[in-house]
């Protein structure tokens, strides 16, 4: 969960706003993307970097609060799995998720035990709405309180 709190920065306080920004809508669709690298960040955690290449660069543009859906074979199943977005929008080559082993959880178990730097994967193009419209010409201060699975969006925010 995150919370934002807006403040116009005078000393009047704070509310918390939600503003929605204007998003291209586009079609979901996976596409092939190479494992650059696979940082493990705790025992149970990786962060998992995409290359993106030139050509599906506009595809795989996003903004901060988005996600990636990955479409994984375990076992000769099927099975997709969303996962935060938590590198830099400011990034074209590369776009980053956060993967946590979930107890018993077959993806996620698959990802941080067995993932290796130059597999292929079958990535959906960012999707979501959770974020705010940021422009710089209408400068905020802003507050983020973040805990369990709203840490991983929010860092690609800052």
Request: a positive charge; one cysteine or more; aromatic letters at 6%.
């Given at each position: 969960m995150m919370v934002v709190i807006e403040s116009n920065g005078s000393h009047g306080g704070a509310s918390a706003t939600f503003v929605a920004p204007k998003m291209v809508q586009r079609m979901a669709r996976f596409?092939?993307?190479?494992?650059?690298?696979?940082?493990?960040?705790?025992?149970?955690?990786?962060?998992?970097?995409?290359?993106?290449?030139?050509?599906?660069?506009?595809?795989?543009?996003?903004?901060?609060?988005q996600y990636l859906t990955l479409k994984?074979?375990?076992?000769?199943?099927?099975?997709?799995?969303?996962?935060?977005?938590?590198s830099s929008p400011l990034d074209k080559d590369h776009i980053c998720i956060a993967v946590?082993?979930?107890?018993?959880?077959?993806?996620?178990?698959?990802?941080?035990?067995?993932?290796?730097?130059?597999?292929?994967?079958?990535v959906m193009t960012p999707m979501g709405n959770f974020f705010t419209h940021l422009d710089a010409s209408q400068e905020r201060h802003y507050v983020a309180f973040a805990a369990g699975s709203g840490i991983t969006p929010s860092s690609a925010s800052l």
């Open positions: 596409h092939t993307l190479q494992v650059a690298n696979v940082s493990k960040e705790t025992s149970d955690c990786i962060v998992v970097d995409f290359k993106v290449p030139e050509a599906l660069r506009t595809d795989f543009s996003f903004t901060h609060g994984l074979h375990v076992n000769g199943e099927e099975l997709r799995r969303s996962y935060s977005i938590c946590k082993k979930v107890d018993k959880g077959r993806a996620s178990t698959q990802l941080v035990e067995r993932l290796k730097p130059g597999a292929p994967l079958e």
